[in-house]
């Protein structure tokens, strides 16, 4: 019901997107005819069409996006038409009488009878639905993750058809608010006809700024309202007050360390069928799983949170497999990337791990235990029953407790005290106290605050310039970068990519691109090299090469923490970045 409810206040936001201002004027050409039956199916039709296509988008793969971006031209067509009937009556006659036949012999055919406003409203909100299917912010992105991930459910099309609900809410409100601006303009100086010609020249203005691009483009130079932002500090506030989040609900101390923990029975672990690859040994034997204790990690090796919470995993492993704990990392990616074998078995060797470890590629396994977390810890008891979960970093102190109670279930015996690793590098433990920024993805479907001109466009080579001054948390890019789905490659050297941050670390998600060859870079802080203050994948004067994709940790802060503008520049074509995280 939570995720229902963010979904539905995501799609509110979306009236203050910079990206639904050319829609506005279609759905106000609306605003003058009775709700019923001309606004209530243009926001129905827009709502469901919306949720249509953003759901085949999520589970169907490029070729439906491409098949929007042909349907997006038809709408605009369509709508051009629309306005061209506002400002011209003996077109409109025209163009609508077989429309008008059509839908008289379709009202023929249905049991009820159909006022030929209904069709034509329907139809125009499918055509708004078309062009407003990209215009998303972090809370839809999340919702087309998570259906891309877990497949086609019931569980996506509610949250997505929620999200169409909340904007469809908010467009209404507009409407509602236009016929009564409308009504009072009529009653003072009959402006009527003034009133659908002007409602006419909008519609085509914002047909001619979608077609230009402007709906994603320049309006976002132009917006003085960041949905993004307030998305995510939606996303934010109501995570923190959910009252059911599993990863505080499994056990509660009842007293001293000794105490038994009271564990739920969560039921049969799922298998761990559908692997693509295992890894460190191969896949355990279920006789050597017999009456062990068991911790199924989810994790993918460049997630900052994951890289963290490898320490305890590790030490968890090292302490307690010799009484009775099994640890098996199912590594299911986030980015393309992460599926190559072998960058996977690189990660494992220069991060230490030694258990058995599962690619799931497909998310086979992450679609059986339900997850929709990295990194997410599954813990099952010697039976065979899942007894906690916990979602995310930190609460280590609570899990090993959980591993000592299962593991004396078992009839282990286990000593009291909890394992105290110290992470090195990207591994060693965020500052939160001192962190204001927070995760930033660089391609065009989970981006929010790019502060460049022009506007990032997307999947071409484009050549882009930083303004002189940016604000906390906004980024941009300088140079020709070609801005992908889920990356932003550099097309031609040099090249920069800025961001005003305030943290102790920061992190970027780097590739040598297609090519392979090691990219080399250098990093400012304030226009300076980093001294001290650099990462451990940066030498003091700034250097650094990209040989492989992973985390690059490029900044470590020593002593106060502060706004800081970094800046990374790229001295080869081909360098490929994919998202900032924090520490």
């Keep these: 019901m939570l995720l229902l409810l963010l979904a539905y206040l995501g799609g509110v936001l979306t009236i203050v997107s910079p990206c639904i201002l050319p829609v506005l004027p279609f759905v106000f050409s609306r605003a003058q005819a009775p709700f019923l039956r001309s606004g209530l199916p243009l926001l129905v039709g827009m709502a469901l069409t919306f949720a249509l296509v953003a759901s085949l988008a999520a589970v169907g793969g490029g070729w439906v996006v491409a098949a929007n971006q042909y349907g997006r031209w038809a709408a605009l067509v369509l709508l051009a038409l629309f306005g061209i009937t506002l400002l011209w009556p003996s077109i409109a006659d025209r163009l609508t009488r077989p429309l008008v036949a059509l839908g008289a012999r379709l009202s023929e055919s249905t049991t009820g009878q159909v006022h030929p406003r209904i069709g034509a409203s329907l139809m125009l909100g499918v055509a708004t639905g078309l062009l407003w299917a990209p215009c998303a912010g972090p809370i839809l992105g999340l919702i087309l993750t998570g259906a891309a991930l877990q497949g086609a459910s019931l569980s996506s099309s509610l949250l997505l058809l929620a999200y169409a609900a909340g904007a469809a809410t908010s467009m209404g409100a507009a409407l509602l608010l236009g016929a009564k601006v409308f009504a009072a303009m009529k009653r003072s100086i009959g402006a009527g006809e003034g009133i659908r010609r002007v409602l006419g020249g909008a519609m085509l203005a914002g047909v001619g700024a979608i077609a230009l691009g402007f709906d994603t483009g320049a309006l976002a130079q132009l917006s003085v309202a960041s949905t993004g932002g307030l998305e ?73 949170n994951c890289l963290r919470t490898l320490p305890f995993v590790k030490a968890w492993s090292q302490k307690y497999g010799p009484k009775g704990l099994v640890v098996i990392g199912v590594h299911a990616p986030e980015f393309a990337f992460e599926r190559d074998v072998g960058n996977v078995q690189k990660a494992l060797k220069d991060l230490g791990i030694e258990y058995s470890v599962a ?78 920024s927070s995760e930033t993805y660089l391609g065009y479907e989970r981006s929010v605050n790019f502060a460049s001109a022009p506007a990032a466009a997307r999947d071409t080579a484009t050549e882009y310039t930083v303004p002189a001054r940016i604000m906390l948390n906004e980024w941009g890019l300088s140079g020709r970068w070609n801005v992908g789905r889920d990356r932003a490659t550099l097309d031609a ?91």
Aim: glycine residues 12%; hydrophobic residues 35%.
């Design 232 to 304: 995510q500090h939606l996303v934010a506030s109501l995570s923190a007050s959910d009252p059911v989040e599993p990863a505080r609900a499994g056990a509660r101390p009842t007293g001293s360390n000794a105490d038994a923990l009271k564990l739920p029975d969560l039921g049969v672990a799922p298998t761990l069928d559908g692997a693509t690859h295992w890894l460190n040994g191969g896949r355990p034997s279920p006789a050597s799983l017999k009456g062990k204790v068991v911790l199924i990690d989810f994790w993918t090796y460049s997630c900052i």
């Design 359 to 436: 690619l799931d590629n497909e998310f086979s396994i992450w679609r059986s235990y339900r997850n929709q977390y990295w990194p997410a810890h599954y813990f099952i008891d010697a039976k065979g029953h899942i007894r906690h979960r916990h979602f995310g970093e930190g609460g280590h102190a609570e899990s090993e407790r959980v591993i000592q109670q299962l593991l004396r279930e078992a009839g282990a015996s286990v000593v009291d005290g909890f394992a105290e690793p110290q992470g090195q590098g990207v591994q060693a433990a965020a500052d939160e106290g001192a962190m204001r």
């Design 493 to 583: 050297s040099p090249g920069r990519v800025v961001y005003r941050f305030q943290s102790r670390d920061l992190h970027l998600v780097l590739g040598p691109g297609s090519s392979g060859k090691p990219i080399r870079f250098r990093v400012l802080i304030d226009g300076k090299a980093p001294g001290d203050a650099h990462g451990a994948d940066v030498k003091a004067d700034g250097t650094g090469v990209v040989v492989r994709e992973r985390l690059y940790q490029l900044v470590r802060q020593n002593g106060q923490v502060k706004e800081r503008t970094f800046s990374i520049e790229f001295q080869d074509t081909g360098a490929t970045a994919y998202a900032f995280t924090f520490g």
